[in-house]
Nanobody, 126 residues
């Protein structure tokens, strides 16, 4: 049974940085597209970033472009989300997720993701 476990969340001041990690236990997730999503209190879960398997093409929500970077290390079965210039509106529970590879463009949608982590809290104070 493959599990995804997020870590790296915490409390940070506005303008600060955090790096989230998502490690896979069990089978390697090398042949999966990976995504980061977040859910703020009272809001629906939204996509943040995605990375394709293979070429590692990356995709970002407009709200985080230029501030967040998604990356993956298939040898370590880990995907990362480097978050810089954090804002209070970035406060949310962040989830990583995996889905079968799309073979190209990875749309920033929740559809298709069939494996989810338990989430890690990120709180940005003003």
């Amino acid at each position: 049974q493959v599990q995804l476990v997020e870590s790296g969340g915490g409390l940070v001041q506005a303008g600060g940085s955090l790096r989230l990690s998502c490690a896979s236990s069990g089978r390697t997730f090398g042949a999966h597209d990976m995504g980061w999503f977040r859910q703020a209190p009272g809001k629906e879960r939204e996509p943040v970033a995605a990375i394709s398997w293979g070429f590692g093409n990356t995709y970002y929500a407009d709200s985080v472009k230029g501030r967040f970077t998604i990356s993956r290390d298939n040898f370590k079965n880990t995907v990362y989300l480097q978050m810089n210039s954090l804002k209070p509106e970035d406060t949310a529970v962040y989830y990583c997720a995996a889905k079968p590879p799309s073979g190209g463009y990875v749309p920033l949608l929740q559809a298709g993701y069939n494996l989810w982590g338990q989430g890690t809290q990120v709180t940005v104070s003003s």
